[in-house]
Every structure is written in structure tokens, then in C-alpha cells.
């Protein structure tokens, strides 16, 4: 196709292990009478950071997560990390999704076995690796336990161990404890960070949950209502090694605070956009 070269700042090359998002508009439908799903998204993402990607619904979070995937194409802008301009999905870029996704049919094990084995690894490296991931998320003893036979909090960390075996340089989590009732998701949220604290990966994840945001992220993005647009970028400026205390902790209720004011201001244009 004969198109002029779009004008963005040159394509800077997203530093080892981040990502970088130019200029990155995506309309659902036709163009000319589509819904306009996100307006010129801007925004680093650095090595190992854990940015929480924090809006109300509807406002483009999981469209910008999709397409950090490759899920969907990039139709304007550009997508770029250590491996060049993202085209497709790749081996250094993962997803786990709300709802778990895993096979029914399949136990713990396998379900971990199945990502591996698409990922490449070889036979016994994938046993080892499958074993080493589901005493991770701590489900060493349901290897052989079908998820129907799991807790949701389970079978989001087998979901967890799937994504997490097969070693993504980049972590993409779409609200991926929404599903779970306040207190497992909680302990989950803690896992989640001391796992992240260890394996040391560079998280995106979703989430409306303020709360949840600030406890897991070391920066927010808050998105505005749709058209989705980077309405403010926050740095979360509490200790790495936080766990529950950090709920009752002066700094973290202000920053709650703060933020839950900046996202609602969002929410209420977001209703008056449906009216
Ligand atoms: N496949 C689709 N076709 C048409 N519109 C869509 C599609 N997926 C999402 N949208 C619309 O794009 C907007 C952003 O959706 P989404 O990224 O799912 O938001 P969020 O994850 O923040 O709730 C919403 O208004 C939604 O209705
Ligand atoms: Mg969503």
C-alpha cells in the first residue's frame, strides 16, 4: 500500500524489556462510522515496571492491552519493544484473562504443559518447568486436579502459572481477579506482587479497581472515558516490598484518595456521555 510515512517523533526504540506507545488510535467498525475506542495513546512503559492501566468501563483498557499483545492490529501508531514494531503475538509477550481461560478438559498440569509445549521447550524441560511454576502460585499437591475441581482463586493462579512458565518478558493481566470474591483476591494481589518482586517481568496490568492499582503498580496511567485518552500518569512512591500493612498506611490511603478523585471525575463523564 503507497502511504505517506506517518509524522511521529522517530520510532525510539523501546529500552530492553519495555514498551513504547506512539501515537496509538484504534477505531471499532467502519472508518468514518466507527466508535473511536482510544484516541492517541502515548506512553513508556520501563524494564520491570509494574503500570497499572486504571479507567472507567468501557474506556479502551482492554483494547490497548489486546493490542499490546498483538492480539489485535495497530491500525494507527506504533507499538514498539526490544523486539521492533509489534505486528503479531509473540513468545516475549503474555496475556491472562479474566475469566482464566484455561482448558476444562485438561488438569492443572497440563493446562501448564500445553503453553509450554506451544512455546517450544523441550520435553523434559517442560515437565521441570511445569512443576516449578505450580509450586510457585502454590498448587503443588492439585497437579492432577481438573479446574472444575479448583476454587476461582486456584484456577487463576494455575492461569497465572500457565502465562508465567513459558517466561514473557512482558506480563499482560486484563482484570485478571475480577472474578474473584474481596478476600481471595487480596491474597491473590499479594502473590501477584511478590511473585513479580522474583521473577522481575514488565506487568501491564487492567484494572477499574483503585484500590488494586495502587497496591500492585509502581506507576498509573488513568485513562479518560472514551474516546480513551492518558489523562494523568502517577507514581505509586510507596515501599517495593509492601504487603497488607500498606493498606492501613497514611501514604497509600492519600494516594487512594487522590486517585479515586481522578478516576471518578472520568467515571461521572463517562455517564454523562451515555445520556
Ligand atoms: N469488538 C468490538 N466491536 C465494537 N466495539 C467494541 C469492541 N470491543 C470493544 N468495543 C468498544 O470499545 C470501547 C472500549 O472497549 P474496551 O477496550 O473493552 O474497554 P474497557 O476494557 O476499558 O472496559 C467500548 O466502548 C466498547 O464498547
Ligand atoms: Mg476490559
Known amino acids: 500500500m503507497m502511504m505517506a510515512a506517518p509524522k511521529l517523533k522517530p520510532a525510539a526504540e523501546a529500552a530492553a524489556g519495555g514498551i513504547s506507545i506512539r501515537e496509538v488510535s484504534h477505531t471499532y467498525g467502519?472508518?468514518?462510522?466507527g466508535v473511536l475506542a482510544l484516541d492517541r495513546i502515548n506512553l513508556d512503559i520501563g524494564d520491570c515496571e509494574f503500570h497499572a492501566l486504571l479507567g472507567p468501563s468501557g474506556c479502551g483498557k482492554s483494547t490497548l492491552l489486546y493490542l499490546l499483545g498483538g492480539f489485535i492490529p495497530v491500525q494507527q501508531g506504533q507499538i514498539i519493544t526490544e523486539n521492533g514494531v509489534v505486528?503479531?503475538?509473540?513468545?516475549?509477550?503474555s496475556i491472562v484473562f479474566q475469566n482464566f481461560a484455561l482448558f476444562p478438559w485438561k488438569t492443572v498440569k497440563d493446562n501448564v504443559l500445553y503453553g509450554l509445549k506451544k512455546a517450544g521447550f523441550g520435553a523434559e524441560e517442560r515437565v521441570k518447568r511445569a512443576q516449578d511454576y505450580i509450586d510457585l502460585v502454590h498448587l503443588t499437591g492439585f497437579e492432577n486436579s481438573?479446574?472444575?475441581q479448583l476454587s476461582g482463586g486456584m484456577q487463576q493462579r494455575a492461569a497465572i502459572a500457565r502465562t508465567l512458565a513459558i517466561d514473557p518478558r512482558i506480563l499482560l493481566?486484563?482484570?485478571?481477579f475480577g472474578a474473584l470474591d474481596a478476600q481471595t483476591r487480596r491474597v491473590m494481589q499479594e502473590e501477584l506482587r511478590a511473585i513479580w518482586r522474583r521473577t522481575r517481568k514488565t506487568v501491564v496490568f487492567v484494572t477499574h479497581d483503585v484500590q488494586e492499582a495502587v497496591f500492585l503498580a509502581d506507576r498509573?496511567?488513568?485513562m479518560s472515558a472514551r474516546p480513551g485518552r492518558i489523562q494523568h500518569?502517577?507514581?505509586?512512591?510507596?515501599p517495593k516490598d509492601r504487603g497488607e500493612e500498606i493498606l492501613e498506611d497514611q501514604r497509600f490511603i492519600q494516594l487512594s484518595e487522590q486517585?479515586?478523585?481522578?478516576?471518578r471525575e472520568q467515571a461521572v463523564a463517562a455517564t454523562r456521555g451515555a445520556h
Open 30 to 33: 467502519r472508518a468514518g462510522q
Open 220 to 222: 498509573i496511567s488513568i
Open 87 to 93: 505486528t503479531a503475538p509473540g513468545p516475549d509477550r
Open 233 to 238: 500518569i502517577i507514581d505509586v512512591d510507596l
Open 259 to 263: 486517585i479515586w478523585r481522578l478516576v
Open 173 to 176: 493481566m486484563d482484570e485478571p
Open 146 to 148: 481438573y479446574p472444575s
